[in-house]
């Protein structure tokens, strides 16, 4: 039991600490843990980061000292397993912390000890307002609850917030240049879905999809249901060309390319070549010959443009509707900083545009519950590119299946029109 939750302590410590992402050190090092463990290891990992601010409030509660940012992780930890892990006896969460305190934090076994007694022994209470005692119980901050509630509307933002503390399945999605559906439905570690026969998505129930070889050998790839139906609005077809502007780490660049049976040439395109990387390993892990991954900056176009026929622009965005899949982003969440992506998103669907040959689909998509990230954009791109229509919108709410996505489908006209600035111009 110890060696689980110290695991568990370190692993929280580099992604709290030292900016490791929660979904990418999982799966790096979960094999770290005994196979019997790991379901727990998972458990109490990413339920601590869904609820950090409702059991760091726990235990603040009872201290008036600065705590060390270590100190805090485990009893936050901690507080996380008194809370939510019932069938988990009190006094052998507090005993565990304290071990772990006394092998890891040099004089904080008392304080832990102390505290962890006092929050055993005192329920949390909410507050009455009813927005911040849904952000409290949601881990939120309660500037995103208003947020929500003034674009969306109270029953949206409640199904929001609530979403973001969901434990969502792993859903995989089956190579058909490698796999069939047939094959699958037989595989014990895949579930079959209501639509698993139309879309080719499972959900895996293994334990270490990483180490797999249903992953190694490319017959499946992880992937969100709302991703999915990203890359299926592309509909793109062997023969053409397609410009995905923001691939990396390339999961809806390989769907288009399985949909079109490898047969559309696609160029998937990220800023750090490390990241470019990630493409190419893809590619190859799934034997698909005709992607080309390159790294650039993708506000930048060339003149005169290469022109496509499918233009995917999946633009960096605060990433509201992933909330459940990266708990870690709840703690980073911050308006200015999600104001900051936005002049970003508007250059990288400007440069989208001016790629997308007459006839063509430009789509536009984000992993974000925010309307100045997703319909704004569009609508700002609207009014200055009257070569461009919207022939299909929508917004993927987030579920107990599917993360939140947002994603338009824009045409540009065959007879292009007179834009704005050409008229100002004139």
């Not at 859903?171 to 879905?193: F, G, H, W």
């Not at 965005?317 to 936005?342: E, Q």
Request: aromatic share 8%; with cysteine; net charge neutral.
């Amino acid at each position: 039991m110890s060696s689980v939750r110290q695991w568990v302590y370190q692993a929280l410590v580099e992604v709290i600490r030292h900016g490791q992402y929660s979904n990418l050190y999982l799966k790096k090092h979960l094999q770290e843990v005994d196979e019997k463990d790991r379901n727990l290891a998972t458990n109490i990992f990413y339920g601590t980061l869904q609820n950090y601010a409702l059991c760091q409030h726990a235990w603040r509660r009872f201290t008036d000292d600065k705590v060390e940012a270590k100190t805090g992780i485990l009893l936050t930890m901690s507080c996380y397993q008194l809370l939510f892990l019932k069938k988990v006896p009190a006094y052998a969460v507090i005993d565990e912390a304290n071990r772990i305190a006394a092998r890891s934090l040099k004089g904080q076994r008392g304080l832990v000890n102390a505290v962890l007694r006092k929050v055993k022994d005192h329920p949390v209470e909410y507050p009455g307002d009813p927005i911040e005692s849904l952000a409290l119980s949601t881990s939120l901050p309660a500037w995103l609850i208003r947020l929500w509630v003034k674009q969306y509307g109270p029953k949206q933002a409640f199904q929001f917030a609530k979403a973001a503390n969901m434990t969502l399945p792993v859903v995989v999605r089956v190579n058909p240049l490698r796999y069939s559906i047939e094959e699958a439905m037989k595989c014990p570690r895949l579930k079959a879905r209501a639509d698993s026969e139309k879309t080719g998505l499972f959900e895996y129930t293994g334990s270490q999809f990483g180490s797999d070889w249903l992953y190694r050998e490319g017959k499946v790839s992880a992937q969100d249901p709302g991703s999915y139906e990203i890359a299926r609005w592309a509909d793109v077809k062997p023969g053409q060309s397609v410009l995905d502007l923001c691939a990396a780490p390339g999961t809806k660049t390989m769907a288009m390319a399985e949909m079109s049976g490898d047969g559309a040439e696609i160029t998937a395109q990220d800023l750090h070549e490390h990241r470019v990387q990630l493409i190419e390993n893809d590619a190859k892990r799934l034997g698909l010959e005709h992607v080309i991954a390159r790294q650039a900056d993708s506000t930048k176009v060339d003149e005169p443009p290469k022109l496509y026929d499918v233009v995917l622009c999946d633009v960096p965005c605060s990433g509201l509707g992933i909330l459940s899949r990266k708990p870690d982003l709840k703690l980073k969440l911050d308006p200015a900083n999600i104001d900051s992506l936005l002049p970003i998103q508007k250059e990288l669907l400007n440069a989208a545009g001016k790629q997308t040959r007459p006839g063509g689909i430009l789509i536009y998509s984000t992993c974000t519950l925010d309307k100045k990230e997703n319909e704004k954009q569009v609508d700002a791109f609207l009014q200055t590119h009257l070569d461009f229509e919207r022939v299909q919108e929508e917004t993927i709410e987030p579920s107990a299946q599917n993360g939140g996505f947002y994603l338009c489908k824009l045409v540009r006209k065959e007879k292009a029109a007179t834009t704005n600035s050409e008229t100002l111009q004139a």
